[in-house]
C-alpha cells in the first residue's frame, strides 16, 4: 500500500476566504458562541478552496475546527441550496451511514446573509483529479478501493428511509419523469451560449425514459472528492459528503452520474482533461465493472443503464452550466470558473455519443 504518513498532501487545507465569498464574522462570531455549548476560546475562519457550488469554511472555535456550509452567492437555484434540508439529512443519516455529524443550523439570514450550517470535521484522505507528487497505489490497493465506492453506494440504496424519518424527503414516484423536465428547464434558465447539442439529448431522454426500477435515497453527486477515506486504510470509507442534492428516487440515477464521473483509461483525451478523480488508476474498475458490481451488491436490473448515464452526463454538464452562469454574469469573481461554459459543452457532447453509440 501506499505510504501515506504525511497525510497533508492527501488533506483539504483551508486557506484565506476567496474576494467577494467573505463571512460577516462580526455577526457570526457571537451567534456561534451563543448557541455551540463550551465555545470558549479563539475564533478564526478560513475558506476551503476545492468544490463548485456550497461554500465552505473551516472554523475555529476553542480548539475545535468545524465546517461551515453555505449557499453560493449570486445561485438562481435557491431549492438546490437548502441548508436546512441538508442539516436533516445529516441528521437522519449520522450512524446509519457513514456521513458528518451536524452540529447547528442557523436560518437567519442576517447572520451572513443566508441560511447556514455546521458540522464536524472528518478527517482523513480526499482523493482529486490527481495523485499528489511521490505518491502511488498499487493495482491490488485501486482495485479494493474502487470495490468500495461501489459497495458503499450500493449500501445508501438499502437503507430504510422511513424508519430513518427521511419518508417526506421526496416524491419518488414520477421522480425520472420530473428531473429530466426540471434539468432540461435549468439549462434553458442558466443558457449564455448555443449549445445545439442540447435539443438532440433533450428529445432523446424525453422520449427513451424507463420506468423508474426502484425508491430509494439517491446521493445525486457520488464521486471520489465527496468521499473521505481512513488514512491507515485509503479503500475504507470514512464519511461520504455533499449532501445538498440527496433525495428520494430512482437509485439506478445514482449509479448513473457515479459512471458520468467516471473516466476509463481508454477514454478520448478531452474526457481525460475532466476527471472527476484517480479514476483511471492501474487495478481500478471500469464503468462497465462497476455498473456490474453494483447489480450483484444490490440485486437491481441494470440493463437500462445507458439511459442513466446519458442523463447523467447531461445533468452534470447543467451544474456546471449554472455555475458558469454566475461567472458569466458577474455574480462570483471565482476565475476557475472561467472555463466551465466549454466544459459543459463537452459533457453535452460526451453524452450524445453515448446516445448515438447505446454503450456507457
Known amino acids: ?51 463548485h457550488s456550497n461554500l465552505t469554511y473551516s472554523v475555529t472555535l476553542g480548539g475545535e475546527q468545524m465546517v461551515l456550509r453555505r449557499p453560493p452567492f449570486g445561485s438562481k437555484v435557491k431549492h438546490a441550496h437548502d441548508m436546512g434540508r441538508e442539516y436533516n439529512v445529516l441528521s437522519r443519516l ?14 437567519d439570514e442576517s447572520v451572513i446573509g443566508a441560511p447556514f450550517y455546521l458540522m464536524q470535521r472528518v ?17 491490488e490497493t485501486a482495485r479494493r478501493l474502487s470495490e468500495s465506492f461501489v459497495d458503499t453506494l450500493a449500501a445508501l440504496h438499502q437503507l430504510d428511509y422511513t424508519s430513518l424519518g427521511l419518508g417526506d424527503l421526496g416524491k419518488p414516484q414520477g421522480y ?3 428531473q429530466v423536465k426540471g434539468w432540461i428547464e435549468r439549462y434553458h434558465g442558466s443558457k449564455t451560449h448555443e449549445v445545439p447539442e442540447v435539443a438532440t439529448l433533450s428529445a432523446w431522454l424525453t422520449a427513451r425514459m424507463p420506468s423508474q426500477s426502484d ?74 465493472q462497476i455498473v456490474e458490481r453494483y447489480a450483484q451488491q444490490s440485486g437491481r436490473d441494470v440493463s ?23 461567472y458569466h454574469h458577474g ?4 476565475e476557475r470558473f472561467a472555463t466551465l461554459g466549454e466544459f459543459a459543452r463537452m459533457l453535452m457532447q460526451t453524452a450524445l455519443r453515448a446516445a448515438e453509440r447505446g454503450t456507457i
Open 304 to 326: 437500462g443503464i445507458v439511459f442513466y448515464y446519458v442523463f447523467a452526463l447531461f445533468k452534470v454538464g447543467v451544474i456546471i452550466q449554472q455555475i458558469y452562469y454566475r
Open 176 to 178: 425520472l419523469e420530473r
Open 215 to 288: 425508491n430509494t435515497l439517491v446521493h445525486n453527486d457520488y464521486k471520489y472528492d465527496n468521499i473521505v477515506l481512513a488514512e491507515d486504510d485509503i479503500t475504507q470509507i470514512r464519511a461520504v459528503l455533499d449532501w445538498e442534492m440527496c433525495t428520494l428516487g430512482d437509485p439506478l440515477s445514482d449509479l448513473g452520474t457515479a459512471i458520468a464521473y467516471w473516466v476509463n483509461t481508454d477514454d478520448p483525451p478531452e474526457m481525460q482533461m475532466v476527471r472527476w478523480g484517480p479514476t483511471t488508476l492501474e487495478g481500478s474498475l471500469t464503468r462497465a
Open 123 to 139: 478527517r482523513g484522505v480526499i482523493l482529486r483529479r490527481k495523485l499528489p507528487a511521490g505518491f502511488a497505489l498499487p493495482p
Open 1 to 51: 500500500m501506499a505510504d501515506f504518513q504525511d497525510q497533508s498532501a492527501f488533506q483539504d487545507q483551508a486557506a484565506e476566504i476567496r474576494s467577494g465569498e467573505e463571512l460577516d464574522l462580526s455577526r457570526l462570531e457571537p451567534y456561534l458562541r451563543a448557541h455551540l455549548p463550551g465555545a470558549n476560546g479563539a475564533f478564526a475562519v478560513k475558506q476551503f478552496p476545492s468544490g
Open 331 to 334: 455574480l462570483t469573481k471565482d
Open 94 to 107: 449520522h450512524g446509519a451511514y457513514p456521513c458528518p455529524k451536524p452540529l447547528l443550523f442557523c436560518p
